[in-house]
């Protein structure tokens, strides 16, 4: 069997298929963007939730691939923001912004916050050979750390101290099968994997 990961973010690709691997062995084949011709572009995001950001790039992928696709999109929900910047998380400070832009606007508009409490959520969009869309959720409870800490991940994982790891490590801290073993991303891959196995 063979599936399409919509994304052309390269830490992405990698966290996804390294999920999938571990789910499916060698049961299926994992394509990318970089295996569709003629290539296809970004994708707009112009949904108002995650779910809706997602089969926005299910249905482009799936269109034009006709095979299986997944995509997803992800969300950092700040407590003392009001759940920002939530749908807006890759480019909170700009179209354009960098991880670290984004981890810097962040850190300096909870300067002074002592409530550091915040969720990560991603929603996987499935579209099977048929057409049928389904969609799974993961998500992880944290908190955001006064400083970045750790080289590994991407994106806001060297400030989101998840809470359920007692050494108070960042994703960043952490080695690739740790986080995967409880980040949103993972856990929504794997509410996927359970579903196709049913």
Not at 73 to 91: I, K, M, N, Q
Not at 106 to 117: H, I, K, Q, V, Y
Request: charged share 25%; net charge negative.
């Amino acid at each position: 069997m063979k599936i399409i990961l919509a994304t052309h973010n390269p830490h992405k690709r990698e966290e996804l298929r390294s999920v999938l691997r571990s789910e499916f062995s060698d049961s299926i084949e994992v394509l990318t963007l970089e295996d569709i011709h003629p290539p296809i572009g970004d994708i707009e995001e112009t949904g108002t939730t995650l779910e809706e950001n997602a089969l926005i790039k299910a249905r482009a992928v799936h269109a034009q691939a006709k095979l299986p696709t997944i995509a997803d999109d992800t969300g950092l929900e700040v407590t003392a923001l009001g759940g920002a910047p939530g749908v807006f998380s890759a480019r909170y400070a700009g179209e354009n912004a960098t991880y670290a832009d984004n981890v810097h606007k962040l850190l300096d508009a909870l300067r002074g916050e002592t409530n550091r409490s915040a969720k990560f959520s991603t929603v996987i969009a499935y579209i099977n050979k048929h057409g049928a869309e389904h969609l799974f959720r993961g998500e992880v409870e944290g908190t955001i750390t006064d400083s970045p800490r750790g080289t590994n991940g991407f994106g806001y994982d060297p400030i989101f101290a998840p809470t359920e790891d007692l050494s108070k490590r960042t994703f960043a801290e952490m080695s690739d099968a740790e986080k995967n073993a409880m980040s949103h991303r993972g856990r929504a891959l794997r509410a996927f994997a359970q579903s196709l196995r049913s």
